[in-house]
């Protein structure tokens, strides 16, 4: 019984036709005379009705099928009676009266029912993924995974973009994150890397005139996990030739505008917002700010340089600042949740939390005493602030500051519910340092990699100020997290070594790990810049999940393992001599 139509497939237009349909069993029920299945496969679920007045074998069959054994069946679409209509299911107006059945497999009971809203712990879902993925849930992730993925790339090759497929095994290069290395047998004692992205070959397509280039990219870093972090994930990966900044967002633009209403029915709104990086750690204590809520970090340095409070003058006199977040209509907290609110805030490298309740009469806080009626007014009139409103101040290094105050804004406006979870707010952070002070290290790192461009404006300061100089790079920033992030980069020679020995590169290391992109940029190289996207952390937030692993087939635990494959596994000795290695005993 070769099948002839999905289950959703099937409508009041196919009444009366002899149909076959094939899939799991995901209900049934007995009701004496008939029994009634509930038929799934992967568009969904149609019922179907055995009668043993049209088939007894067909019957005594599905008396004894149980949940998830696969069938096969032939027979009449009809129309429900109205009392009998289900107005949830797709075909919920439509059954199949049965006149032959074939049992194709049958199955054990599920460790969790296949169905959505379980609470089953997740290592179990990920043990036996073969059957998390059967859930409606599931499915659906992965389908809108595909769409986004097939957007992509319809749009992308109608702007005139070609896909290329680069390396999966490379050379080990310093870019951040620690490389996944693979032995080489026929090189022995050497070693490929797993790609942390495609930086360097798609600069060097440019190189190659390919001019405008793409690919969704897999990539790999050796880094601790969390909810949105895999050791191996894919990317949207773009480059191209002869382009600023502008031309770059105006393409991403429009790509996320048909992204989303292709593939998800969501209008968005064009152009997004833009934010400069000092602005949004002034503001928002954070460069992937979340806008879809106010809240504002204000910054009181001056107003508060003078006051005879020991936290703040130290604070200001090392150098740092003191920044308030105004806590609209927070007022009411008793003493117990501000107290959780400064554990926060010492989790995220505070020293203490202060803080001042506006009430209608009165001021309530331990520092009140340290204030002059005219510092303490100056800095309500500063805040806006009225009566119900909780002020939380920070005093520290500015780094720490945003830190601090930017996870407190997170937690209230999640906590007090302050924005609607199904809006997507995008935002681009521009202006981005080009490099940052590593006082572990003692030397410059970059912000965003070694290959970005300095603004143009700023390429004397490499010289003199090169904490000072701004790169041409750009984040796109959804719902309080970055899911792309690219820059206009390096395509002249001297500069990109200018850069290497900024970050501590010698003249013989940067030869030895970037050699042939040096000499790549000897024999004319356009100017060029691009961008990549985390396609699994932009399906995550469409779906409104918590982690990518929900919309990943075959994801790693947090400890980078997989329970259904128990890899990373150990290997034979033979396979480790072939490799001229040798595991060192703990």
Not at 169 to 183: C, I, K
Not at 296 to 316: G, H, N, R
Not at 321 to 335: D, E, P, Q, Y
Request: with cysteine; aromatic share 8%; glycine share 6%.
């Amino acid at each position: 019984m070769k099948r002839t139509h999905s289950a959703t497939s099937l409508s009041m237009e196919n009444v009366g036709q002899e149909v076959v349909v094939n899939g799991w069993v995901n209900t049934r029920r007995d009701h004496g005379g008939l029994i009634f299945i509930d038929l799934r496969d992967r568009s969904g679920i149609i019922q179907i009705v055995i009668n043993p007045e049209l088939n007894k074998e067909a019957f005594h069959l599905a008396e004894n099928v149980r949940s998830e054994y696969v069938i096969a069946a032939r027979g009449k679409v009809l129309a429900r009676s109205e009392a009998t209509v289900n107005p949830n299911l797709k075909t919920g107006r439509i059954e199949i009266h049965i006149e032959q059945m074939e049992v194709l497999n049958t199955a054990k009971t599920p460790p969790f029912y296949i169905e959505d809203g379980i609470e089953v712990d997740e290592i179990l879902r990920m043990r036996y993924r073969y059957l998390d993925l059967r859930r409606p849930e599931m499915r659906d992730n992965l389908m809108l995974r595909h769409r986004v993925i097939s957007t992509m790339r319809e749009f992308l090759d109608k702007e005139g973009f070609i896909e290329i497929e680069t390396p999966m095994l490379g050379r080990s290069t310093p870019e951040g994150a620690r490389d996944y290395l693979v032995p080489s047998r026929v090189h022995p004692g050497e070693f490929f890397a797993l790609p942390q992205s495609p930086q360097q070959y798609k600069q060097i397509l440019m190189v190659a005139g390919m001019e405008k280039y793409f690919q969704i990219a897999r990539c790999f870093r050796d880094e601790d996990l969390r909810a949105d972090r895999q050791p191996e994930f894919t990317q949207l990966d773009i480059e191209m030739s002869f382009v600023d900044e502008e031309d770059i967002i105006t393409l991403i633009e429009a790509l996320m505008k048909k992204v989303f209403k292709e593939s998800n029915q969501i209008d968005i709104t064009t152009p997004f917002p833009r934010i400069t990086y000092d602005e949004a750690m002034l503001k928002y204590g954070s460069d992937q700010p979340d806008l879809r809520f106010g809240w504002e970090i204000q910054d009181i340095t001056e107003l508060v340089k003078d006051v005879d409070f020991k936290v703040f003058s130290s604070a200001i006199a090392a150098g740092g600042v003191v920044r308030v977040l105004n806590a609209k209509s927070c007022g009411s907290f008793t003493r117990k949740e501000i107290d959780e609110l400064g554990r926060i805030a010492v989790a995220h490298g505070a020293k203490g939390l202060a803080w001042i309740n506006v009430r209608e009469n009165e001021l309530n806080s331990p520092i009140i005493k340290f204030f002059s009626e005219e510092q303490i007014q100056s800095i309500l009139t500063a805040l806006d602030a009225h009566p119900g409103d909780l002020l939380l101040f920070g005093a520290d290094q500015a780094e720490v500051v945003a830190k601090v105050l930017g996870s407190l804004r997170l937690e209230l406006g999640k906590r007090l519910k302050l924005y609607d979870e199904s809006t997507f707010s995008f935002n681009w952070v521009v202006d981005f340092p080009m490099f940052e002070f590593d006082k572990e290290e003692r030397r410059f790192v970059a912000v965003h990699h070694m290959f970005t461009s300095p603004r143009n404006e700023d390429i004397p300061l490499l010289d003199t100020a090169p904490a000072q100089v701004r790169a041409r790079s750009y984040d796109l920033v959804l719902n309080g997290i970055e899911i792309g992030g690219g820059s206009i980069r390096i395509h002249r020679r001297d500069w990109q070594e200018k850069v290497f020995s900024l970050l501590g590169l010698s003249p013989d290391e940067a030869r030895d790990k970037f050699g042939f992109m040096l000499e790549a940029f000897d024999y004319g190289t356009p100017p060029h810049g691009g961008i990549a996207f985390g396609v699994d952390r932009m399906v995550m937030l469409m779906r409104q999940r918590d982690s990518i692993r929900d919309v990943i087939a075959f994801p790693k635990t947090q400890s980078a393992s997989c329970p259904m494959t128990s890899a990373p596994s150990a290997v034979s000795p033979r396979q480790l001599r072939e490799l001229s290695l040798k595991i060192r005993d703990k």
